[in-house]
């Protein structure tokens, strides 16, 4: 069963098209990676599935089950900054959904899933960026969604902190049996958490390939079959002239 | 997954703040003398000292420029009666004026600020009005509401009104898409996205304002009370130059330099409060004030 259709027939910024005719959907339990260049609507599609961007001809649909409310929408979205309110506290922020009276308790499990202990009052500026993005990775578990969509959610932490995050995501998403979409340029990242990836070529050419990771999981980095994967999609992205 | 600690911004802050902590033996009121910023004081006690200096040696005449001395005198004269009368009369106008203009500027600033069509309506005939001087105001505030409290009032409410309503509307509008995004997320309505997103995050600009405003609120009730008055720091001024007497003048001039600093003061301290989550530069450098 599919949890996310997206069907967009056209997405225009101005006079510029940048999506057209693309149909993406997410299988439940389904770890699915848009890859492509900088510019070519990943993003938008992204928060297109979202509902946050509405101007666009298509449709999303999300069928979880239970349809959601306000106050536990089924999805959920991890920024490619943490956007974390400044004068909030990290547990505040965390149950920003719920505004003041938050669930102390699933905070605090929060808190400690993410590898915050501790941290509870602190204010954002006393974050490094790394926790801060974990700050977000917990706020967004916060609603307990179905599906969580990651906008390069570690595109903006260093190498050694963003395999530390790959690792955190994955292992909080199985526990909760959350399927999630996430857009990423990292070729590396889509094979390390991807079960399907779609690479999308530049402009606006849309889904140009796509490629199931026949590899087991937890993944060794190191995996020689992820290594032949990576030079599959090299050729393909080769043959899409991204690169 | 552990937290290594170098992930922690905050701890080197930590460090320098005990470093600056007064320790051993030191009592807590010696160390507070002791580690109280005095570097302030050097130019209004230096220039009082000079000033002295001149008078006695005779090169000024005390006529055109009183020397401290004779202010000390002076103020101790006047503080046995008239200059606490004076001081409570300008600060209560300040004080009742600002309360006035500054919360209908924020109820406006949030109007205009929050709702596009209000702006198209409004903003342009606030911009014309805030070109106006708030003096010009003067003749036809005594017209319509005689030379009493409510003219006093009203001018110094106008005055404290723009910079308020201003700082607040361009807050408003500056607060980052991002974070009313993350509320869009949430399905937040309006309501609720101006209580917990737009209005903190405007709160920074508005403080700037509120003191700006404030500060204004002083000047006006100087320009209101040399006009017509027969109580406060502007009489006081007008006294002393139909008296021929600069001692007065000056000593009210001293009066309205502490007194705005002090309400300034005590605005920052409100607005430190406040505004203690922001990562600005004065905070930044090791935790310590520039």
């Known amino acids: ?243 | 997954m552990t937290l290594s600690t170098h992930e922690f911004r905050g701890e080197a802050q930590d460090k320098t703040t005990a470093l600056r902590r007064p320790v051993g033996t030191v009592s807590g009121f010696a160390a507070r003398i002791a580690s109280l910023d005095l570097r302030g004081a050097i130019v209004p006690v230096g220039a009082l000292a000079l000033l002295e200096l001149f008078v006695r040696m005779g090169w000024v005449s005390p006529y055109v420029l009183p020397p401290p001395s004779d202010l000390y005198t002076t103020f101790l004269y006047l503080a046995e009666g008239p200059l606490w009368t004076n001081i409570g009369a300008s600060a209560l106008r300040v004080l009742i004026g600002f309360a006035f203009g500054s919360l209908l500027a924020i109820v406006v600033g949030s109007i205009v600020g929050l709702w596009y069509s209000a702006e198209r309506y409004l903003e342009p005939s606030f911009q014309a009005l805030r070109a106006v001087p708030s003096l010009a105001w003067v003749p036809l505030l005594m017209i319509w509401f005689g030379i009493g409290e409510t003219s006093k009032i009203v001018l110094i409410a106008k005055s404290a009104f723009f910079p308020v309503y201003l700082s607040l509307f361009s807050g408003i509008r500056n607060v980052d898409r991002k974070l009313v995004e993350v509320g869009e997320m949430y399905r937040q309505p309006l309501p609720v996205l101006v209580w917990r997103i737009l209005i903190p995050a405007s709160l920074p600009h508005l403080f700037t304002g509120l003191r700006y405003g404030l500060s204004l609120a002083w000047l006006s009730v100087v320009a209101a009370e040399l006009l017509a008055a027969s109580e406060g720091i502007g009489y006081m001024l007008s006294d002393g130059r139909e008296l021929s007497r600069p001692d007065l003048v000056l000593i009210a001039i001293i009066c309205l330099a502490i007194l705005g600093k002090i309400s300034d003061s005590l605005f920052k301290l409100i607005e430190d409060r406040c505004l203690s989550w922001r990562d600005s530069y004065s905070t930044a450098i090791g935790g310590r004030p520039a």
Request: aromatic letters at 6%; a neutral charge.
């Open chain 1, 1 to 243: 069963m599919s949890l996310l259709d997206i069907d967009v027939r056209e997405k225009a910024f101005g006079k510029t098209i940048v999506l057209h005719d693309i149909k993406l959907s997410l299988e439940n339990g389904q770890a699915a990676v848009l890859l492509g260049p900088s510019g070519c609507g990943k993003s938008t599609l992204l928060r297109i599935a979202a509902g946050l961007d509405k101007q666009f001809s298509g449709s999303v649909s999300v069928k979880t089950g239970h349809d959601g409310n306000a106050k536990s929408p089924p999805v959920a979205f991890v920024f490619q900054e943490p956007r974390l309110m400044p004068w909030l506290t990290v547990a505040q922020n965390i149950g920003f959904a719920d505004g003041g009276k938050f669930d102390t308790a699933r905070v605090n499990g929060l808190i400690a899933d993410v590898g915050l202990t501790g941290h509870a009052a602190t204010l954002p500026k006393a974050l490094s960026g790394g926790m801060a993005q974990r700050v977000a990775i917990a706020r967004a578990l916060y609603t307990e969604p179905r599906i969580l969509l990651l906008d390069e959610p570690f595109s903006a932490v260093d190498a050694f902190t963003r395999m530390k995050l790959q690792d955190l995501v994955l292992k909080l998403v199985e526990q909760r049996g959350i399927s999630f979409l996430l857009v990423t340029h990292d070729i590396d990242e889509a094979l390390y958490l991807g079960d399907r990836i779609y690479m999308m070529g530049a402009g606006d050419g849309g889904i140009q390939h796509d490629l199931s990771v026949d590899v087991a999981r937890p993944r060794d980095r190191r995996a020689a079959r992820l290594a032949e994967l990576k030079s599959d999609v090299l050729t393909a992205l080769q043959a899409a002239h991204v690169i």
